[in-house]
């Protein structure tokens, strides 16, 4: 099974700063790509879909990069309430289209 | 709209036990997922369904994990015997159907196995 690898962090960032996390993934046949926000002691939510040419939410920005593998996730201004995991999800292609998640990077907003 | 249900939310049983999770979609979702989250870990897939039929099984540990979804909408996971390791979150989750769809966790299941 195809790995997706994230720095796991934690990452501690004042807040109203910006921040940003990448993702790699080796599956070069995987066409969807996600990120879910996963809270303490909850379940994960769909962040945002990440789409080839790029996609803005707000304060959220994802980018993918099929070239080098890899997606990217920016958030501006950041908030105390963005303290969380962040999950990196690729699907696996090929026709099952199991989602593979990576570990996740732990957040911390610092007031 | 109801999320996706899931029952036990919290389970404590001795190794070599026996245990068995539920779970309901999301109405008129085809496709459900069993996922184990170990602590400190992203969701692993262990099972999926399309309907009634399994999709991917490929990462499910078959000699103690079973899972049914009989008539394709509800499902359960079982394990028998437990092992320490299997210490875990299970996320049930359901999607419309595949190619990409949102996915939607339930609360999961904690199971602690002593």
């Known amino acids: 099974r195809k790995e997706v690898e994230q720095d796991p962090g934690p990452f501690n960032v004042p807040e109203g700063a910006t921040v940003a996390f990448n993702c790699t993934y080796s599956?070069?046949?995987?066409?969807?790509f996600f990120w879910y926000r996963q809270d303490c002691r909850k379940e994960p939510k769909l962040l945002m879909s990440?789409?080839?040419s790029g996609n803005e939410d707000g304060r959220f920005t994802a980018q993918l990069n099929r070239a080098s593998q890899y997606i990217s996730l920016l958030i501006r201004d950041s908030k105390l309430s963005d303290s969380a995991t962040y999950l990196c999800?690729?699907?696996?292609?090929?026709?099952?289209?199991?989602?593979?998640f990576g570990k996740g990077t732990h957040l911390i907003i610092q007031p | 709209e109801a999320g996706v249900a899931q029952s036990p939310r919290y389970k404590i049983i001795e190794k070599r036990q026996s245990v068995a999770f539920w779970c309901n979609p999301i109405?008129?979702?085809?496709?459900l997922y069993w996922y184990q989250q170990i602590l400190g870990q992203g969701p692993k897939l262990l099972i999926q369904?399309?309907?009634?039929?399994?999709?991917?099984d490929s990462q499910l540990p078959k000699d103690r994990f079973s899972a049914e979804r009989l008539k394709g909408v509800d499902s359960t996971l079982k394990i028998q015997p437990a092992k320490l390791e299997d210490s875990a979150v299970y996320l049930c989750?359901?999607?419309?159907?595949?190619?990409?769809?949102?996915?939607?966790f339930g609360e999961g299941s904690w199971l602690t196995v002593v």
């Open positions: 989750a359901s999607s419309l159907g595949m190619g990409g769809n949102t996915i939607y």
């Open positions: 599956n070069s046949a995987s066409q969807s």
């Open positions: 990440v789409y080839s």
């Open positions: 999800v690729v699907n696996q292609g090929g026709g099952a289209d199991g989602l593979t």
């Open positions: 109405s008129g979702h085809a496709t």
């Open positions: 369904f399309q309907n009634n039929g399994v999709v991917d």
